[in-house]
Nanobody, 119 residues
Framework: QVQLVESGGGEVQAGGSLTLSCAAS????????MGWYRRAAGKQRELVAI???????NYGDPVKGRFTISRDNGKNTVRLQMNSLKPEDTAVYYC?????????????WGQGTQVTVSS
C-alpha cells in the first residue's frame, strides 16, 4: 500500500524554527495533494498546510505568514518550514496524502510527530 514517513519533530523555544518532512512510498500512488494537520491537547485536528500536485497551497489561519510548505523529490516528499514558532503551535503533527491508488481514491495518514514549543 502507501506509507508516509515523517521526520523533523522536536522541541524548540518560542521564536525558533523547525522543519518537518514527509515522504510517501508506493509506486502506483498518484498523489493529488500532501500536507500537514495537527492536533493539540484537548483540541480538534486542524489544517496546517497542504500542497497539490499543481503546486497550489493552502494554509490554516493560525500559521499563515509563518509556515511554508513545499514539495520535492518527484513530488513524493513534502517539507514544512515552520518559523517564528509559538507555544500555541505545540501539537502532534500528522502528514496526510490523498490521490489515486490504482483506480481508487485514497487518503493516507502518517503516525504523527510531536512538536513542542516552549515559552
Amino acid at each position: 500500500q502507501v506509507q508516509l514517513v515523517e521526520s523533523g519533530g522536536g522541541e524548540v523555544q518560542a521564536g525558533g524554527s523547525l522543519t518537518l518532512s514527509c515522504a510517501a512510498s508506493g509506486s502506483i500512488f498518484r498523489i493529488n495533494s500532501m500536507g500537514w494537520y495537527r492536533r493539540a491537547a484537548g483540541k480538534q485536528r486542524e489544517l496546517v498546510a497542504i500542497i497539490t500536485s499543481a503546486d497550489s497551497t493552502n494554509y490554516g489561519d493560525p500559521v499563515k505568514g509563518r509556515f511554508t510548505i513545499s514539495r520535492d523529490n518527484g513530488k513524493n516528499t513534502v517539507r514544512l518550514q515552520m518559523n517564528s514558532l509559538k507555544p500555541e503551535d505545540t501539537a502532534v503533527y500528522y502528514c496526510k496524502a490523498d490521490g489515486w491508488y490504482g483506480s481508487n481514491w485514497k487518503n493516507y495518514w502518517g503516525q504523527g510527530t510531536q512538536v513542542t514549543v516552549s515559552s
